[in-house]
């Protein structure tokens, strides 16, 4: 899929060593060196620069149509726009939390470390850290504006903190499921293609 | 359903699409053209080459050709770009396929912006 890809590994501007972000994240070796095909694909379909820009993330999502599919059902649109939060602003949160300096654009090491989150194996409080923030739509720090949650808001000041929200967590383990995407673990097999750039010899996990 | 449901939802479907390997053959272009602009190219360009132009409710267009059906959809990504999807109908044949879109792509002309290749 994709572009064509003129540039060895080593000259995109955001390449950094599969071996030192395996040791810094949930995926192997080998499973960097996949992500890398797929961030590859990503980062040149609007500006052949290495990087991934928010059109160009935007891009990859709405490729195979499934926005449609959400916003056919008009009662998920309705009641979005009841919460004013307008559909561009969710991609553009999921844009932020890849983007942890906000840089304006994603490298590989944003992505990888980001992506690692949502891996089986990743931490229960990296998974937690990241909910809130991406429920803390505003960026304030709290939780605000959505009475479903209200009963984590222990302390009834309108807002759910961080405290909050790991307690409610806890006891509600299964709002984390959209923290985990199991197929992260088939990574491999979904990008093959990483085998002909690998530089690693490694046994299979 | 309220926000959170939806919030949800929407960050696991856009982070699976990210993974999807589409096995369809779909042509993509973006365009930063106007709106307008690129539906009414698509419509001359269509007619040109001798396809019955159908316009469709939601921003889609019907290129029909004998029995060659193609379905030209744009949708808006980011403000100012557009991304515009063809789809071919059932009977597909790859020689046809490449055949169509060479054609139809001269006669987008500079509407096209970005080429993505499906896989």
Known sequence: ?205 | MNAFDIISMSLGLDLSALFERGEKKEKRFTSTSSYERILERVEEAGGKLGYNVQKRKGAAIGLIKGRLTILVHVTEVAESLFLVDLKTGDREDVEAEELYWGDLKDGFGDIVSWHIEGT
């Open chain 1, 1 to 205: 899929m994709g572009c064509f890809h003129s540039k060895d590994s080593k000259q995109y501007p955001a390449f950094e060593d599969p071996v030192v972000l395996s040791s810094q994240t949930s995926f192997s070796v080998s499973e960097v060196e996949a992500l890398f095909e797929l961030y590859k694909s990503i980062s040149c379909s609007v500006i052949d620069d290495g990087l991934i820009s928010k059109e160009e993330f935007q891009l990859a999502i709405f490729k195979n149509g499934k926005k449609e599919n959400l916003f056919a059902n008009r009662e998920m649109e309705v009641v979005l726009l009841a919460e004013e939060i307008p559909y561009t602003t969710v991609i553009g949160q999921i844009f932020d939390l890849f983007d942890v300096k906000r840089k304006g654009y994603i490298d590989f090491g944003d992505f990888v470390r980001s992506l690692s989150v949502f891996h089986p194996n990743a931490s229960q409080e990296d998974k937690i850290e990241f909910s809130f923030k991406l429920y803390d739509m505003d960026g304030t720090g709290f939780i605000e504006r959505h009475e479903t949650f209200l009963e984590a808001d222990t302390n009834e000041d309108g807002k759910i903190d961080k405290v909050e929200w790991q307690n409610y967590v806890s006891r509600n383990p299964s709002l984390l499921k959209i923290m985990t995407l199991p197929y992260l673990r088939d990574i491999t097999t979904t990008f093959p293609s990483f085998v002909f750039n690998s530089k690693v010899d490694e046994v299979a996990t």
